[in-house]
């Protein structure tokens, strides 16, 4: 069982970048437009081994939340705490080994060096932390497995493809053994068809390793994909937090359901927002004689199962239990309307 105890608490975290320029040497310019924070009083937990995804337009603040995770911006205003140390007030000494140990940063674009090998750039943040040259090439070899880059090892950079750049860039975040990833947009510059591949390859690496992963994206599609709870995010103001399927099915505000109203419904609801209570005649009944599904099915899974003449499928949970009902009016109404998903 993961701790109950969050890896990321944040509190009110706010930053205001003006109030730094103000105090700086430059001039202002007269068009500064007034000092409206680039993120304003955002408090949030991601727990252990959470896909937990920032998602929201150019602009919203995604970056530089991301950022005060780690300090690499400086908040203006509220505490952050990572596996129970508060970085906010951390010493630098203890923020450097929170940095090198538990929180890594993975970026859009990072530095290749292009006349170092594979095994050379996945290395190199180790060797940065002084770790020898044996156990430096064992971990950047392993990482390289794990991203699907195994025989590459010894290849210069130019040898690869823009995708197999990234799966670089994922190997050098997972050869430091951090168990917190943030990422910022990693995938954003990637053709469609080697997005979904790293989309998947990361799922796939996340099943397996359980990491705390903060990812930021603008993608909504990326975002439903990916993330176990997403929390959007407008004007640096935390809008919504809830899992796809909440978001989908109850969107916060008209910005939200405006943003949420391409999204492929049956990818992403769940039979628990679509159900509702099981009526009297099917209490009683042989649950043998129906189609069943649990809780957390998807809608394009439950589509084949419902019967033509009506018969609606049961929705079951974790102990066998009758707790919901979907027939096939309530799942097209699900599939074809934004806000009128009937509750249980
Ligand atoms: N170093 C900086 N100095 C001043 N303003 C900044 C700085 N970095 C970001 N901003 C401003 O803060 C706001 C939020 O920017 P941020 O980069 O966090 O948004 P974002 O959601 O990551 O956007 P994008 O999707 O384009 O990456 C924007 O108005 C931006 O102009
Ligand atoms: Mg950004």
């Known amino acids: 069982m993961a701790s109950p105890t969050p890896m990321i608490e944040a509190r009110g975290l706010t930053k205001v970048y003006q109030a730094e320029r103000e105090r700086s040497w430059r001039r202002r310019k007269p068009s500064d437009t007034g000092r409206r924070p680039a993120v304003d009083s955002v408090s949030f937990d991601v727990a252990r081994g959470e896909l937990f995804v920032i998602m929201g337009l150019s602009g919203s603040g995604k970056s530089t939340l991301l950022r005060m995770l780690n300090r690499l911006v400086e908040p203006t205003a509220g505490t952050v705490t990572v596996d129970g140390v508060e970085i906010s007030s951390a010493a630098p000494g203890e923020l450097r080994r929170l940095r090198n140990n538990t929180l890594n940063m993975v970026f859009q674009h990072f530095a290749i060096f292009p006349h ?165 005649s099917l209490r009683g009944l042989d649950l043998a004689n129906f189609a069943t599904v649990e809780r957390n099915t998807r809608l394009m899974d439950i589509f084949p199962l419902v019967g033509e003449d009506g018969t609606p499928v049961c929705v079951l949970d974790d102990s066998g239990r009758l707790v919901g009902e979907i027939s096939s009016t309530a799942l097209l109404q699900a599939l074809t309307t934004d806000r009128s998903v009937s509750h249980a």
Request: one cysteine or more; hydrophobic letters at 40%.
């Open 116 to 280: 170092r090998t594979l095994v050379e750039n996945v290395g190199y943040g180790l060797q940065i932390r002084g770790i020898a040259a044996g156990e430096r090439a064992e971990r950047a070899n392993w990482a390289l497995s794990r991203v699907g880059l195994k025989e590459w090892g010894h290849e210069l950079p130019s040898a690869l493809s823009g995708g197999m750049r990234q799966r670089v860039g994922l190997a050098r975040a997972l050869a430091t053994d951090a168990e917190v990833l943030l990422m910022d947009e990693p995938f954003s510059a990637l053709d469609p068809l080697i997005r979904r591949d790293m989309q998947d390859l990361l799922l796939d690496l996340q099943s397996q390793l359980k990491k705390t992963i903060v990812f930021v994206t603008h993608d909504l599609n990326e975002a439903m994909r990916l993330g176990e709870r997403i929390m959007v995010m407008r004007d640096g103001k935390l809008i919504q937090l809830g899992t796809g399927s909440e978001i989908l099915s109850n969107p916060a505000d008209d910005y939200v359901a405006d943003f949420v109203s391409d999204v492929d419904r049956s990818r992403v609801v769940t039979a628990e927002r679509v159900m509702c209570e099981p009526s009297s």
